[in-house]
């Protein structure tokens, strides 16, 4: 019996193949159903969806640009790069900045002084005329409380100039505003850069990827169905088992002249879900609602390009092919070959040791 298995595996194995391709003809005659897992399919309602590609692309989207006329001194981070928020991203020298801010500070001193005598001044004047002596008229402390208020001016005139000058030294040292990554690099170290005029010159290019969001464009007959329904999933390109639910579906209220098409924006959740700006991406919309029969995807048998389920029936059971559809997470949809109400066994490894025990245990399948 040993000497024979190889050749019953072999023969199974063929009438497995025999069975897919024509159909579904009985592989064991049991009488009673096999002691094996399995389940009633039914046809469930369920939502219809249509699918378009759609383009990811960043939520926040930046170019820092030269705020102060400068040199680059330093660029810690080159282009595919991540970097986190705050991160120095260009570091320019600071000579002229810090010479402004010197000259500045020195105007503030001297008008500072300037202000304090003058303030001095007018309240001795302003006491020498409360008095009613005569020393001082009013036209002396008019004077006096002129000169005050324009030394007070011009106190708080290069004041405002450091303001000025702190933030021009401020901009020799750019940070990033949110984590993300270099996308690209306009300059490099040694460079002189310009504020303008006409406009300031770009330096860095960068994007978050903790915020994502597709665009999707779908023709004017699909729109009033997507509306309706608000509701989509996203997959990448080439991997039907890891699917996005979207967080809004959002329709532009104009559609492109050209094409004809709406463009549908689809919010995706926040944090690293796999997608990166500038991927392609499924994108189904439900657009209706439908019955669809739904199993198990680890009820399939895949036989090279062939795949079915194992049927059990009044004779026994079987091996049917069938044609599938989407996969939604673990369940996978049916299109042909299985009809509602049938049982399919949930463990196909199983239902194959069942057939071969079966097999082997047959006095005519080794004669």
């Known amino acids: 019996m040993a000497g024979h298995l190889p050749r019953t595996l072999l023969l199974l194995a063929a009438s497995t193949l025999f ?4 159909g579904g003809h009985d592989l ?11 389940i009633v399919v039914h046809a469930q309602n369920v939502q219809h969806k249509q699918i378009w590609d759609g383009v990811v692309e960043a939520v926040r989207q930046v170019t820092i640009a030269a705020q102060t006329n400068a040199r680059v001194l330093e660029l810690p981070y080159d282009v595919n790069d991540s970097v986190p928020e705050g991160a120095v991203l260009v570091r320019f020298s600071n000579v002229e900045q810090k010479a402004a801010r010197n000259v500045v500070q020195a105007q503030i001193v001297s008008a500072q002084a300037t202000y304090d005598e003058a303030l001095a001044s007018y309240k001795r ?18 004077q006096q409380r002129a000169r005050r208020d324009t030394s007070l ?9 450091l303001n000025g000058v702190e933030q021009a030294l401020n901009y020799t040292v750019l940070r990033a505003p949110y984590a993300g990554i270099i996308t690209h690099r306009y300059v490099r170290v040694g460079e002189a850069v310009q504020a303008g005029p006409p406009s300031p010159q770009p330096l860095i290019a960068m994007e978050s990827l903790d915020n994502l969001r597709v665009d999707v464009p779908v023709p004017q007959s699909a729109v009033d169905a997507i509306r309706r329904f608000h509701a989509a999933d996203v997959w990448p390109t080439g991997d039907g088992n890891r699917r996005i639910v979207a967080s809004s579906v959002d329709i532009f209220p104009y559609a492109d002249p050209s094409t004809h098409t709406f463009t549908v924006r689809l919010q995706l959740p926040r944090g690293n879900n ?13 657009v209706g609602k439908a019955k669809r029969l739904r199993i198990p995807a680890s009820a399939l048998v895949q036989r090279g390009e062939i795949v079915g389920v194992y049927v059990i029936g009044e004779h026994g059971m079987v091996l049917r092919q069938i044609r599938t559809g989407n996969r939604y997470d673990s369940q996978i949809e049916v299109l042909s070959g299985l009809d509602d109400g049938e049982r399919i066994v949930t463990d196909p490894v199983a239902a194959m040791n069942y057939l071969v025990a079966q097999h082997a245990s047959d006095p005519s399948a080794h004669d």
């Open 125 to 142: 004047y302003a006491e020498l005329y409360a008095e009613g002596s005569g020393s001082v008229s009013k036209e002396q402390l008019d």
């Open 274 to 286: 796999g997608l990166y700006p500038g991927m392609t991406v499924k994108v189904a919309f439900a």
């Open 153 to 161: 001016a011009a106190l708080r005139s290069v004041r405002a100039q």
């Open 28 to 38: 064991a005659n049991a009488r009673n159903a096999p002691p094996l897992a399995s």
């Open 19 to 22: 069975v897919c391709l024509a």
